[in-house]
């Protein structure tokens, strides 16, 4: 038996809508994970400690994301950590220690600000998706109480 979708739920379709496995989010997750891998290589933090580190990060992130009810499948929340995960082990271990000490701070400082513009731009779509969603509920209540209304009116002139 075929399930019928409701044709009144909305259904992003920007490119930063959330997608089941990745989206463009994910690239946001690999280079916050870049950026903490050479951040924290910077930091001077050990192998075990910034691993742990970083894994508590991206997980408190995920979970923070799940409490502002931030709409994800499961799936796509544990690729988010290992997406994360897979961009700051070589970032720590093999790209940090092979950058002149006079190149780190210009190098970290290029992924970073990369992450956080991608972010902010990903974010401001989100934020006008939600106005434009808020706005089509409105609308749909409104023409619906109309109809509603039409329906009651008709039915009594019988």
């Known amino acids: 038996m075929l399930k019928r979708r409701n044709p009144f739920i909305f259904k992003?379709?920007?490119?930063?809508?959330?997608?089941?496995?990745f989206d463009l989010w994910s690239a946001v997750h690999l280079l916050s994970g870049a950026s903490i891998g050479l951040g924290?290589?910077?930091l001077r933090f050990g192998?075990?400690?910034a691993t742990v580190t970083t894994i508590i990060a991206l997980v408190a992130y995920e979970m923070w994301e799940a409490l502002a009810?931030?709409?994800?499948?499961p799936v796509n929340r544990v690729l988010d950590v290992v997406v994360g995960m897979a961009s700051f082990l070589p970032a720590f271990f093999i790209v940090a220690p092979r950058i002149a000490a006079i190149d780190f701070i210009?190098?970290?400082?290029?992924v970073f600000l990369l992450n956080v513009g991608l972010s902010a731009l990903g974010w401001r779509a989100s934020q006008k998706a939600a106005v434009?969603?808020?706005?089509?509920?409105?609308?749909y209540q409104a023409q619906r109480a109309r109809l509603?209304?039409?329906?009651?009116?008709?039915?009594h002139r019988q």
């Open 12 to 21: 992003r379709t920007d490119i930063w809508r959330e997608g089941e496995w």
């Open 40 to 42: 924290l290589y910077f």
């Open 47 to 49: 192998a075990l400690s």
């Open 69 to 73: 009810k931030i709409q994800e499948t």
């Open 106 to 110: 210009p190098v970290f400082m290029s």
């Open 132 to 139: 434009l969603e808020r706005r089509l509920r409105a609308q």
């Open 148 to 155: 509603r209304h039409r329906r009651v009116h008709f039915l």
